[in-house]
């Protein structure tokens, strides 16, 4: 066996090498983020954090990202039951609503956005044959 050096391994252990999150953070009223849905899945909440149901999209500059939505938040995720791989998605972050508890933070208000595509339709007839 050969002890080579490869520096190009070497280098990978370095700041500038360290990805960035793929996850959308709403942080003010009127943040938004638009993209071709891919797909969507669940996350379990862990210590103070309630489940998630996480959409995946793949922005107009080809960034991939995932925007977690309160798995009970029904009127955002009933409303995007129909979204199917390749339909177009956003989301914005509508305004806040002041918490109902003293020391909660407020509630952030996200209204979904759903275009149906060819792509998607595509997938919803293929699902109707299958079915």
Avoid: C, H
């Avoid at 991939?64 to 409303?79: E, P, R, T, Y």
């Avoid at 339909?87 to 996200?110: C, H, N, V, Y």
Wanted: aromatic content about 10%.
């Amino acid at each position: 066996m050969t002890n080579k050096t490869n520096n190009d391994w070497d280098n990978i252990i370095d700041e500038a090498n360290v990805p960035k999150s793929n996850w959308f953070k709403f942080e003010k009223v009127g943040d938004k983020v638009v993209g071709t849905y891919m797909e969507k899945y669940e996350k379990k909440g862990a210590e103070g954090f309630q489940d998630q149901i996480v959409y995946v999209l793949e922005t107009p500059e080809g960034d991939i990202v995932s925007v977690g939505i309160k798995a009970l938040n029904d009127f955002v995720n009933l409303k995007l039951n129909k979204a199917r791989a390749g339909d177009r998605m956003g989301f914005l972050f509508e305004k806040e609503i002041p918490a109902t508890s003293k020391g909660k933070q407020p509630a952030k208000s996200i209204k979904p956005y759903l275009v149906l595509t060819p792509v998607g339709d595509a997938v919803r007839a293929d699902e109707k044959l299958m079915a």
